[in-house]
């Protein structure tokens, strides 16, 4: 079992953005996104134990189901980033995570919040299953110490467009 006090919540630390990650506007691409926090998915599933052993031992999984991303600062190429994470809820069979990637001087320049469901493949089609024993007792203690942590104020934004007055569009 994992010690939560002393897990690092660095899931990516000082990732190079290079010139292929980079689109017309000069700025880390929406693909260079997803890509990077696909990965720091990734990593967050192998500190709970989620990993290839696993998945071949019980045939389970873990599959996003919901994700958003805000873009708050942009990301130049070779500025490096980080992610870290912080877990906001969970259930016997989910997990919903806030990720947050932070530029070489520590700003937040996107959130990744996701939902993450536990999975059985069965031979009619994955179906939602309980985490194994030790991998929900991981997230029992990561989500013990996470609670304590301050909720971030954009965590369970909608997407929408925000009218200043009925019939305003706030981008007029």
Same mark, same amino acid.
């Given at each position: 079992?994992?010690?939560?006090?002393?897990?690092?919540?660095?899931?990516?630390?000082?990732?190079?953005?290079?010139?292929?990650?980079?689109?017309?506007?000069?700025?880390?691409?929406?693909?260079?996104?997803?890509?990077?926090?696909?990965?720091?998915?990734?990593?967050?599933?192998?500190? !709970?134990?989620?990993?290839?052993?696993?998945?071949?031992?019980?045939?389970?999984?873990?599959?996003?189901?919901?994700?958003?991303?805000?873009? !708050?600062?942009?990301? !130049?190429?070779?500025?490096?980033?980080?992610?870290?994470?912080?877990?906001?809820?969970?259930?016997?069979?989910?997990?919903?995570? !806030?990720?947050?990637?932070?530029?070489?001087?520590?700003?937040?320049?996107?959130?990744?919040?996701?939902?993450?469901?536990?999975?059985?493949?069965?031979?009619?089609?994955?179906?939602?299953?309980?985490?194994?024993?030790?991998?929900?007792?991981?997230?029992?203690h990561v989500f013990s110490k996470d609670k304590e942590l301050a909720r971030p104020?954009?965590?369970?934004?909608?997407?929408?467009?925000?009218?200043?007055?009925?019939?305003?569009?706030?981008?007029?």
């Amino acid at each position: 079992m994992i010690d939560p006090a002393n897990m690092s919540r660095e899931l990516i630390t000082d990732f190079p953005v290079t010139a292929e990650w980079i689109d017309l506007n000069r700025h880390l691409s929406d693909i260079g996104y997803h890509t990077l926090f696909s990965r720091a998915e990734g990593e967050f599933h192998r500190k !709970l134990e989620i990993d290839d052993e696993y998945r071949a031992a019980t045939l389970c999984s873990v599959y996003t189901v919901e994700s958003h991303i805000t873009f !708050l600062k942009e990301i !130049l190429e070779g500025d490096a980033v980080s992610i870290s994470f912080q877990v906001l809820d969970i259930s016997n069979k989910a997990a919903h995570v !806030l990720m947050m990637m932070r530029n070489s001087e520590g700003t937040v320049c996107a959130y990744h919040e996701c939902m993450l469901l536990h999975v059985k493949k069965w031979p009619t089609g994955p179906k939602p299953y309980p985490f194994g024993r030790y991998q929900l007792a991981n997230l029992v203690h990561v989500f013990s110490k996470d609670k304590e942590l301050a909720r971030p104020a954009r965590a369970g934004t909608r997407i929408a467009i925000r009218r200043e007055t009925e019939g305003t569009d706030s981008s007029d």
